[in-house]
Structure formats: C-alpha cells, structure tokens
C-alpha cells in the first residue's frame, strides 16, 4: 500500500464521521476570531440559543480595523475614529465577553494579526486542524497543521459543533529543491511559485511545501510561503514537522510543557509526508532559479523578476490572461515593455500577515540601518504583526534604524495591507508592498499594489523606484 | 435559509475572469455587523463612478453607463454568468450576501474559488459549473438576445434554455438536500453530538495537550 500525505495523515485524525455523499465531520481543534468575520455568526448563536461547544477552543484579537498610530491607540477602543470600524471591534469585545472567549484586547501587548498571534502564542500547534473566518489562515499550515480559512457561516458552525463539514482535497506538492541565493526569501519563493501555477493553480488541493529548500527555510519563511497558497488558490498550505518547528514551539504560552512536551514530540515525529506517498501532482523547482520577485498587475500570478520587464501581451498563455493584462496595464499605470526598476513609488508598506514577524522586520531593518527613505517616497510605513513583535523588535533596537531612516513605526494591526483603516494609498499611487494581494483597489482606492520581500520593499524606500537587494 | 427548488430568471453576463471578492463587494462594506443590505454596493467600484461609502445613500450616485447591470436590458437579473475562477480572493461570506441581496439566486462559471463556492450555499445561492464550452455559448446567447432567461431545475439538476435545450449539472448530494429543503446544517451537525463526544473524549485522552489553555 502506498504510503500517505501529509495532508493524508491529518485528514484521517480529524474525522469524526464520513458520510455516504463523500463528505465528512472533521473535528477542529483551533478557531480564531477577529472581528470583522465574527459578529454575524454570534448574532446566529444568539438567534438559535445555542453556546460554543468548547470555549477553550477559540481564541479572539481585532486587527483588521484597529488604528496603528500610538496616539489614537492610546485610549484603546475609544481612539477609533471610524464609527463604523469601532462597532466592528466592540462588537468582539462584548461577544466575547458574553459567550466567554478568550480575547487579546486593544490594550493588550499580545494583541496583533490573528495569523501572527496564533503561532507567536503556540495556539496552532503541529497536527492541529486550525480555522479561521479569514482566506490567510492558511499561514498556520507552516506548522504541519491543517488550517484553512472559512466563512462567517461555518464561523458559526465551528462555535456551535466544534466541527466542520469537508470534502477530502487533492494532494499538491511543491517541491523546491537547492539552496536559495542570496537576499531571496519565502516570499520571493512563493511568488514564483504563483507566477509558474497561477492563481487558480491550487484549486481543490492542499499544497504541501518540500524539498531541501524548504527544509533549511525558518518557520517565518515557511509560514509566508504558506500564508499565499491561497493566493496559488489552495485553501490549504502545509510543511512538515522538523526540529525548526519544535524548536519554534518550544516554550510559547500554549504549548505543551514536561511530560505532555515529550508525548506530543512522539506524535509530532510522524506528521510528514511518507518517501512512497502519492500526491495528484507535483511541480518541482530548481531553488537557484528564483530571483527577487516584483507583482507588476493586479493578480499575484502577474509577477516577473526584478531585472525584467513588464510582460507585453505576446507573453499571456490564452485569451483570458490577454485581457486581463490589458486590463492591469490601464490600471496599474503601466507599458507593456517598461523596466520594472523604472517603477517609482508613491508609499511603501511593510506589514501584513505575509510579512509582519521578527525576521522580516529583521530583513527591512538590515536594508533600512544608515540609509534614508527617498524624498519622492511620501510614506513608508513599518507595521509590526503583533505587540509582542514590537516590543521584540524595539529590544532590537529595529524601530530607531527604521525612524531614522525616516520610516514611520505603527502599531499592530492590518493596517495598509487592506485599508480598512486610516493606512490607505491615494488614487493612482504606486505602493511596494510586502502584504499579499494586489486586487483593484486593495489598500485604497484606485491604488497600485506591488508584491515584494520586506528586504525588497525597504530598498525600494531608500531608492525610491525598485532595486535589486543582491546588489544592494 | 431560503430553500431553491425551481427558478426562472433573466441572465447577466459577468465577461471577466478572476473575479475577486473585493471587486464584488470592496472592504469598506465589510464594516457592517449585518449579514443584509448589501446588494446596493454590490461590484461597487465597477458600478459607480465614484467612491463608495458604507452606511451612505447610494441612490445619487453617478453610474457607470458601460457596467452590465446598469444596462436596463439586464434589469432584474437572477442568473449571473461568469468566467473561470470566479470568487477567488479572500473568504469573506459578504461576497454571496451582496449577491443575494442584490437578486441573484444562481451563478453559473467553469470554475469558483473553493471558499466562495462553500459560502453560495450557505446562503441559498445556487453555484453551477459548466464547462468552459457551455459558458461561452451561454454568454453568446445571451448578448444575442435581450430579456434571455434560464430555468434552473435543481431537484432535476437541469438547467433550460429558452430554446428547449436540457443543460445538465452536478451537484454535491448532500449540499443539494440542504439547499432544496432550506435547512440550516447546523441543526444537522447537531444530531451528530454524540459522535462529536466521543471523538473529542478519546482526542482528549491521546493528546491532551491540545486541550490547555494558555
Ligand atoms: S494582514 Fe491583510 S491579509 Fe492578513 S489578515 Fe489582515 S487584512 Fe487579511
């Protein structure tokens, strides 16, 4: 018998029950709650009667909509000038209060992107099934674990069963091989593995990351990677268990201590794919291939590298993409042709979900120590993924490199990644951005998004137009 | 849950593809703790000419003339045609509210974005797949002739052209009695509980750490 996947593995350990139509009740054992996904689905709870089925399954953060500069989080909810933002996150606060959920609040250091916060508190741990009423949950795969994003339906779902109910995906594997050069990240991997797939791509597949690559990469590398296999339209991301996930687990406020630490390591051990497992498909990539890569249009799958052009129209692969080239030139304010380092920026953004973690911030800073943001650069923001990757990074010293380069040092939060705050860029503004999609309108509209490394964007800052950082 | 058994209903033809959740309902309209009311701003920034707001009148707003479902010869659609990977982007459950709100009760493309396929029929909006061959004859049909309805049978799982045409379909059996009967799986899940209990008493036991709070 052939051996199995890792998805394979994780599948079989949740299932509760399979029905006759294929499908089946996965149980979950993580769910995080952010605010703008949420408040209908308590509405739904409160509408049926019906409690959470496991309180201590759940755990809650606002991020999308909080404000990031110091002075307006000062006086935490009430320094949310949007009124229709501030509903949103005392929304969460009261349910949570209600239904007793676990809430890192505005004021709370712990507090951040749900997607930084899970991992950094040891709330997704390997083997965990892991949802979120958020695409991005994805992120938490990194840890061999089977996370995927839902909607507010299935939010509500999750809180009244504790389970889901799911049809068995495909098997993808992507397997990047070699040794990455010098400057090139997780997140240049990444989209160039979107570039070659394309956004439909991972469609009713779990996408696991392999190969050698993969296997040195740090669980920030991974977790990037993992974060955009939406974006490759896979629900699901995974890598498989090793020493740099146990040793990034190690020690955080949820995982497991003494006995129980040993017992899990056990199960842990076998939550990688088998040498003789068979997935549906398998694209290989040669890791000395993958260049710094750069977004030009409005799909993450419209990316080139950092010394090439934009595509013309003779370079789409049908008819569609033709149309939707054009479609991005109008918009991005682009010519088919132009040189990507001829490519001037309005703003940069390092941040999100994608790019928000120590070592990202780690990345900008080295890019960023003893340089200066352009002149014709009107912002560029830093934007920390948590409370606790602030203080990190301030320990660090990483927030006065990047105020004296003449960056801006936020609070956590989404911030510009999708603008549901006051962080927006103006109509026609070019923005280099280490967040993950540039769709129209994005982070503001009528903005133009382009997709880079943290390293990436804050060479872009200093030059003021796209650089090369391997020559940097 | 509004139950679909049969419906008739005038076509619009959604000519792009990779129609992403942001476009069909942009992020300022996720502010609402509401799960109506979102059908005015549907494909807001392709309908307007302007910006949208939330929780603004949108009765005033310069339209975009050019936009399919500003045309009055698509007034009252209920079907929405559209092209490969339609949905795609974030998980957001608003993008099949707004759709709902607006009107429609079935979208039919060659392929959708898993999470947005799963939320339709949450929200008794009928998501089709055709393949890619048919889609195009649909959207040639349509923009051939004014005022063109389908009826989408989904006890029968056939769709009907105008000119008596059975178009077949495949939908998941158990979606499908959800949908018909209008319920709520919720409910259904529930029956399962002691399954649930018990799976959960023997995780407990074999991984307990998985049950520590923080
Ligand atoms: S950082 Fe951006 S992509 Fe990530 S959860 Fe927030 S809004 Fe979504």
């Known amino acids: ?472 | 849950m509004k139950a679909f058994t049969v419906h008739t209903g005038i076509v619009a033809p959604m000519d792009r593809a990779n129609v992403d959740t942001d476009m069909i309902i942009p992020k300022q309209f996720l502010k609402s703790i509401k799960r109506s009311g979102f059908g005015p701003n549907l494909f807001d920034e392709l309908r307007y000419l302007d910006e949208g707001q939330p929780d603004a009148d949108n009765s005033g707003r310069p339209l975009n003339p050019d936009f399919v479902l500003n045309q009055p010869r698509y007034a009252g659609a209920s079907v929405l045609i559209a092209r490969e990977n339609f949905g795609c982007g974030s998980s957001r459950e608003h993008a099949p509210w707004a759709l709902e709100d607006f009107g429609f009760r079935v979208v039919i493309a060659p392929s959708y974005a898993d999470i947005f396929y799963n939320n339709c029929f949450k929200n008794g909006l009928l998501p089709i797949v055709l393949s890619e061959a048919v889609v195009d004859g649909l959207f040639k049909a349509v923009s051939g002739s004014e005022g063109y309805a389908l009826t989408i049978d989904l006890e029968k799982q056939l769709i009907l052209t105008p000119d008596d045409q059975d178009i077949p379909f495949e939908v998941d059996a158990f979606r499908k009695y959800c949908l018909l009967n209008g319920f709520d799986d919720i409910g259904l899940t529930l029956q399962d509980a002691d399954d649930i209990r018990q799976y959960e008493a023997a995780r407990r036991e074999s991984s307990p750490w998985l049950f520590n709070a923080g």
């Not at chain 1, 991992?119 to 992120?139: F, I, K, R, W």
């Not at chain 1, 920030?220 to 040793?247: H, L, P």
């Not at chain 1, 990316?303 to 030139?329: C, H, K, M, N, W």
Request: some cysteine.
């Open chain 1, 1 to 472: 018998m052939a051996g199995k996947t890792l998805y394979d593995k994780l599948w079989q350990q949740h299932v509760v029950k399979e029905r006759d139509d294929g499908t089946a009740l996965i149980y979950i054992d993580r769910q995080l709650l952010h605010e703008v996904t949420s408040p209908q689905a308590f509405e739904g709870l409160r509408i049926a009667g019906r409690k959470p089925w496991r309180l201590d399954a759940n755990l809650a953060t606002p991020d999308h909509n909080v404000p990031t500069t110091a002075v307006e989080r000062e006086s935490g909810v009430d320094g949310i000038v949007d009124p229709v933002s501030k509903i949103q996150v005392v929304t969460l606060d009261s349910n949570c209060d209600e239904f007793g959920i676990t809430e890192f609040k505005m004021k709370d250091q712990r507090q951040g992107i749900v997607h930084v916060v899970g991992p950094e508190q040891g709330a997704t741990l390997p083997g965990m099934t892991v949802v979120c009423g958020d695409s991005h949950t994805a992120t938490h795969g990194a840890f061999a674990a089977l996370a995927h994003g839902i909607g507010t339906s299935e939010v509500e779902h999750v809180l009244a069963t504790q389970c889901l109910i799911q049809r068995k995906m495909k098997n993808l594997l992507i397997k990047v091989d070699g040794e990455l050069g010098k400057g090139i990240t997780g997140k240049d991997v990444v989209l160039h593995v979107i570039g070659i797939i394309g956004t439909a791509g991972g469609n009713g597949c779990a996408m696991e990351f392999g190969g050698s690559a993969i296997r040195s990469m740090s669980m920030e590398g991974r977790m990037t990677m993992c974060n955009m296999a939406i974006e490759a339209g896979a629900r699901v991301g995974m890598v498989a268990f090793d020493e740099i996930t146990a040793e990034y687990v190690k020690g955080r406020p949820y995982a497991p201590t003494a006995a129980q630490w040993d017992m899990a390591m056990a199960a842990w051990k076998d939550l990688v794919s088998d040498d003789d497992a068979v997935f549906d498909k398998v694209v290989e990539i040669r890791a000395e291939d993958i260049k710094p890569q750069v977004t030009w249009g409005t799909s993450p799958e419209m990316v080139t590298t950092i010394d090439a052009t934009v595509p013309t129209l003779d370079d789409a692969r049908d008819s569609a993409q033709r149309a939707g080239f054009e479609r991005a030139y109008d918009y991005m304010g682009l010519a088919a042709g132009q040189k990507i380092t001829d490519i001037k920026l309005d703003r940069v953004f390092i941040g999100s979900c994608t790019n928000s973690r120590i070592e990202d911030l780690r990345q900008a800073a080295d890019i960023a120590k003893g340089r200066q943001v352009a002149s014709s650069v009107m912002q560029a923001l830093v934007v920390p993924g948590s409370g606790l990757v602030k203080a990190q990074a301030e320990q660090e010293g990483l927030d006065k490199i990047f105020i004296e380069a003449g960056f801006e040092w936020r609070e956590p939060g989404c911030s510009m990644c999708l603008a549901m705050n006051a962080d927006k860029l103006g109509n026609g503004e070019h923005c280099a951005s280490t967040s993950n999609r540039n769709f129209e309108g994005r982070q503001g509209y009528g903005g133009r998004t382009h997709l880079v490394s943290p390293a990436m964007a804050a060479a872009a800052a200093v030059a003021g137009h796209f650089v090369d950082v391997r020559e940097f």
